[in-house]
């Protein structure tokens, strides 16, 4: 074996203390199930030791991501790849980032899954006054038995200081939500000042294992001189070919594989260069390496962009402190007025650089038909310049405030799907439906989960809304009684697809019916917590709906267990959801 492959672990060259920590504090997160001031079901929940593991079940202590399944797939309101090329092959939907007390080499990850695990494809590791992330495990979600479990994937080998983790999760292939209790780092830590420094800098010998990723960059170095005779008097067949056959071939390479073309030579490195390859722009699933030099490349190449996402590009994650580099947010601004002229789709999906300054040059792209701002909170005020060709609009977990959300409805007479989760400073939403009735009659979506100021005199507005097809209502009229409004949406809102009503405490089987009677396209039905509905509303929702996919009915105390065991014999193409109490199973 060549000795240069060999591994040699720090903590046999110094003398180091093995310790193990939970986590600090929680840096960021691009899914939440809570509202901001409530603790179920929290990120803040992954704070400290596990409180629930062993035990398997739908516990409120611990952090629960929205969605599972391929549902949010299927909406008109889900984000449809803007470049396909650049694919993420393990498809991360959801992060969270994690501080720990003290820097170690990290040797061991344990994540407590509670419920319905194995969801964790990535995790990723960096020291906070560093910037470069390391990768130390990565593999396919798995599908697992419904019990909690100890997940301790093998990490890859390094001997770099961490205290940050990012784990990723794809949870769409779960049948329900997911869980975890709590994060455990184990690791080595320096003694001395001394120590830490030599290691932080990489002065100390750091022989790693050949990994996936180097594996590939070693095949290229070690080939790049074994170059045959024979090699060198082929003919290249290649640089026979036109520019325009090599740009449709580049046209197909992710960004990745393009930058590398762009090294073989000057011919290459030009057509690398031209404009048409980047009309489409994903750099999501390279957040890890976007920096300032990043954005410079593309500012000079995106005249005529049309689709730009940027989700999950904060600068090197840095956000645990809410600092923003300047500039880097100045190279941010730059790109946008570049392709201010050009730009349809925007993407800036859960990123600290999104302030008051990104706002206003995001408003005079005035091509703008999609815009997707989720878990963006630097900013607070709309700016009075407003965009008017809106067909999609992604305003959850933001800021937004009733009087800008009307300013830029009645501007966007086109807008077809609007998303407002968990938008908690809206308290006027009354008003915002009544604008939405007015001045958005091709509207299809709307998803307004926990945002609870509805009342039902606004819910039963929407029967206005006829071409109305997904709508969200879920936690939004927790204590009061809903009267005759689903009796307007069925009768107006003939198309309607998705129905969400978690959470409706006051819905019956009375007020329920006519949902069934008359919307006969509704594939997802959801009526999680209404504890007055019976086994007999549910019966005719499986039977009345030809094309009905995803009944939830849990925590319905109205619909026994054995029931759904029938249902699911019966009607084996739906899938009915049952979420247990919070305790399944109490190994304690």
Avoid at 332 to 346: M, V
């Amino acid at each position: 074996m060549d000795t240069s492959e060999r591994f040699f672990p720090v903590e046999d060259v110094f003398k180091m203390q093995y310790l193990e920590q939970y986590v600090q504090s929680v840096v960021h997160y691009s899914s939440r199930y809570n509202n901001q001031l409530n603790y179920c079901y929290s990120p803040t929940n992954l704070l400290g030791k596990y409180e629930k593991y062993p035990s398997y079940g739908d516990f409120p202590e611990a952090y629960f991501l929205r969605s599972y399944g391929k549902w949010w797939r299927y909406s008109g309101s889900a984000q449809k790849e803007y470049r396909p090329q650049d694919f993420d092959l393990l498809n991360a939907e959801d992060f969270v980032t994690l501080e720990f007390g003290s820097a170690v080499v990290p040797r061991e990850v344990f994540i407590y899954e509670v419920y319905n695990p194995g969801a964790v494809i990535r995790i990723w590791g960096r020291l906070s006054s560093d910037t470069k992330w390391h990768l130390l495990w990565e593999g396919f979600p798995q599908k697992c038995a419904a019990t909690s479990r100890k997940f301790t994937p093998p990490l890859r080998k390094i001997n770099s200081l961490i205290n940050i983790l990012r784990i990723e999760f794809n949870q769409s292939h779960l049948d329900y939500h997911t869980a975890i209790d709590g994060v455990l780092l184990c690791g080595y830590q320096p003694r001395t000042i001394i120590k830490f420094e030599l290691i932080r800098r990489g002065l100390t010998q750091n022989k790693l294992a050949t990994s996936s990723n180097s594996a590939t960059v070693g095949y290229w170095e070690t080939n790049r001189n074994c170059v045959t005779l024979n090699d060198k008097l082929a003919f290249d067949y290649i640089n026979l070919l036109p520019n325009e056959i090599i740009l449709k071939v580049f046209q197909c390479l992710d960004l990745k594989s393009l930058s590398r073309c762009a090294q073989v030579n000057r011919r290459w490195n030009k057509l690398a260069q031209d404009q048409t390859l980047y009309r489409n722009i994903s750099l999501k699933i390279y957040w890890y390496l976007v920096n300032e030099q990043t954005l410079d490349f593309f500012i000079n190449k995106i005249q005529n962009v049309k689709k730009l996402d940027l989700s999950w590009c904060n600068q090197y994650q840095i956000s645990f402190n809410k600092r923003l580099d300047y500039d880097y947010h100045c190279k941010i601004l730059s790109l946008l007025e570049e392709s201010s002229r050009t730009i349809t789709h925007l993407s800036m999906n859960d990123n600290y650089f999104v302030d008051s300054d990104v706002l206003n040059k995001i408003v005079c792209c005035k091509e703008l038909t999609e815009l997707r701002l989720h878990h963006t909170f630097n900013w607070i005020r709309w700016p009075k310049d407003q965009l008017t060709k809106l067909v999609t609009l992604d305003l959850s977990i933001t800021n937004i405030i009733d009087e800008d959300l009307i300013q830029i409805l009645m501007a966007n007479p086109n807008l077809e799907h609007l998303v407002l989760d968990l938008c908690e400073h809206l308290f006027m939403m009354n008003s915002v439906v009544e604008t939405v009735t007015l001045f958005n009659k091709k509207l299809k979506t709307w998803s307004s989960w926990k945002t609870d100021s509805l009342t039902s005199d606004a819910v039963r507005k929407f029967s206005l809304c006829s071409n109305l097809e997904e709508l969200d209502l879920g936690w939004c009229l927790l204590d009061s009684v809903p009267g005759d409004s689903l009796a307007e949406i069925a009768n107006g809102c003939k198309r309607l697809k998705r129905l969400i009503l978690s959470q409706w405490r006051g819905a019956t089987d009375q007020s329920l019916m006519p949902i069934i009677i008359s919307c006969k396209d509704l594939t997802q039905l959801d009526l999680i917590g209404i504890k007055n509905i019976s086994s007999e509303l549910c019966e005719k929702a499986l039977f009345r709906l030809p094309k009905l996919r995803l009944l939830d009915i849990s925590f319905c105390d109205g619909v026994r267990q054995e029931e759904v065991a029938i249902w699911r014999q019966q009607y084996p193409h739906i899938t009915i959801q049952r979420s247990c109490e919070h305790t399944v199973t109490d190994y304690m």
